[in-house]
């Protein structure tokens, strides 16, 4: 399943100086460090890496389905 992140830890993924990206959705978490649309951890200049993601879905102009395709490297601590 991968790693336990707590909210603490997610906030040093947040793809700046050279640092993985990560974000949380719905529990999981996943890479988005080589995802054309999170380039240095922003994705399209309104979602930052480095947190959760869950309660800014219903904002986007699409679903959760974009999630299957990344890498889960782990679940995000309640």
Do not use: C
Not at 9 to 18: A, P
Not at 53 to 65: C, F, Q, R, S, V
């Amino acid at each position: 399943m991968g790693k336990t992140f707590s909210r603490k830890e997610l906030v040093n993924f947040d793809g700046k100086d050279s640092r993985p990206a990560y974000i949380a959705y719905n529990g999981a978490v996943y890479d988005v460090t080589d995802n054309m649309f999170w380039a240095e951890g922003t994705h399209i200049q309104s979602h930052s890496a480095g947190i959760d993601l869950t309660a800014e879905i219903d904002n986007a102009p699409h679903g959760e389905e974009v999630f299957e395709g990344l890498n889960k490297v782990g679940v995000l601590e309640d």
